[in-house]
């Protein structure tokens, strides 16, 4: 098997209003349907975050994703399918925390649509600037409307973080331009791995991968799926992970971080003994399985014994608010923060609520319902709940 280890590696979200063809331009450039769950294939939408691997070759000077090609291997991507429904916001809020860059997805025949907007600016809010924007579906439309809603895609992106991303006008149902794709993505640049940092390892989704009835003998630990952001990983290395596996006593929830040693490790279907930062990343750990089961440690962060901080319930923060509300499909002006109001906090994989308890000039002190591991400088999204929904309304950072 290739060792995917010597190629450059890169983490990819697939972001964008729902049916606008995430899931499909996924297939189409890595061969795999991201959504596993039963309830997600018979609803139609991603509800979890979807994974998806392909290595890009040069094949005698095209780019291709076939598994059979024996051209030259140019870079290793794993895709990250974030849902799209306003429902589901925290959860591209998680996938965008270890995502290096992002595809954001129109659907031509449709253009502009309130979701569009609120992953737009859920990007910033992660400090997400590397962004590719797809305009799907031109199949669907005579040249003079496809050209009309370049022009909207385009005015759209003005003063945004996007306003210079190249637009790829695509059929992912056609299979047309999806090698314009892939050769944006294989022209981003990756920053080399610093080896001496200490690893940070952020866990998106855990799971129990025994199926039932698996004898004692043959049982794999726990294992967690996420992104190593920085520093290095090897099989054999002892991890702390934290916040940890939370458990109920006398009415209220406790957090204790766990620790275990690194069994096996994957990217995709691809063993590696060490992983640096860059992609997905799976590993295989020797924790008890219903610790890991059902998405119940993701969020967490993982490191090397030592490293992180003690997690806590009361943060600062400095934070920017935009100017309006987005997702809605109005022009609603964003409200100052307000003492003892409850907001979402998105913080690396992590959701909580926290309350205002205390509020200066564009800083304030939270009181959070789930703790959390709180690193410095990492970016946070903060929504508020309007009319039933979460919100964006700005984002910040631990001081």
């Not at 060490?274 to 610790?291: K, R, V, W």
């Not at 059902?294 to 400095?318: C, H, Q, R």
């Not at 309006?324 to 002006?333: D, I, L, Y």
């Not at 690193?375 to 001081?399: C, T, V």
Request: some cysteine; glycine content about 8%.
């Amino acid at each position: 098997m290739e060792d995917i280890s010597k190629i450059d590696t890169i983490n990819v979200g697939i972001v964008g209003h729902i049916d606008h063809g995430k899931t499909t331009i996924l297939k189409r450039l890595s061969g795999k349907w991201a959504d596993t769950h039963s309830e997600e294939l018979k609803r139609g939408i991603t509800i979890k975050l979807g994974y998806a691997d392909a290595i890009v070759r040069d094949e005698s000077g095209s780019l291709t994703v076939d598994p059979k090609s024996k051209g030259k291997p140019i870079r290793y991507i794993t895709f990250v399918d974030a849902p799209g429904h306003e429902m589901l916001m925290a959860t591209m809020l998680s996938g965008a925390a270890i995502m290096d860059a992002a595809i954001l997805v129109v659907a031509a025949n449709e253009g502009i649509k309130p979701q569009t907007q609120e992953h737009l600016i859920a990007l910033k809010a992660k400090k997400i600037k590397k962004i590719i924007i797809v305009q799907n579906k031109i199949d669907l439309l005579s040249k003079d409307q496809a050209l009309n809603n370049y022009k909207a895609i385009k005015e759209f992106l003005k003063g945004t973080i996007a306003e210079d991303a190249p637009i790829i006008p695509v059929s992912a149902i056609q299979g047309v331009n999806l090698d314009k794709i892939l050769q944006e993505l294989c022209d981003i640049e990756i920053s080399k791995p610093d080896k001496n940092e200490e690893p940070l390892f952020l866990v998106a989704r855990s799971f129990d991968i025994n199926k039932p009835g698996t004898s004692i003998k043959e049982l794999h630990g726990g294992v967690l799926g996420g992104a190593l952001k920085q520093g290095t990983l090897k099989v054999g290395d002892t991890i702390e992970i934290k916040p940890g596996y939370s458990y109920k006593k006398n009415n209220q929830y406790h957090y204790k971080t766990v620790k275990s040693k690194i069994v096996s490790m994957q990217k995709g279907n691809y063993p590696i003994s060490q992983a640096t930062s860059g992609g997905s990343l799976a590993i295989e750990t020797e924790l008890d399985p219903t610790l890991t089961k059902a998405d119940s440690i993701s969020g967490s962060v993982a490191s090397k014994k030592g490293v992180l901080p003690e997690i806590t319930e009361n943060i600062k923060i400095k934070y920017t608010l935009f100017e309006e509300v987005f997702g809605t499909g109005k022009h609603e002006a964003v409200e100052g923060l307000k003492p003892n109001e409850m907001l979402m906090l998105s913080l690396n994989t992590s959701i909580t609520v926290g309350q205002v308890f205390k509020t200066y000039e564009n800083a304030v002190d939270l009181s959070l319902k789930i703790p959390v591991v709180p690193l410095k400088g990492e970016s946070i999204g903060i929504a508020r709940n309007l009319n039933g929904h979460w919100r964006l309304i700005g984002f910040g950072e631990i001081i």
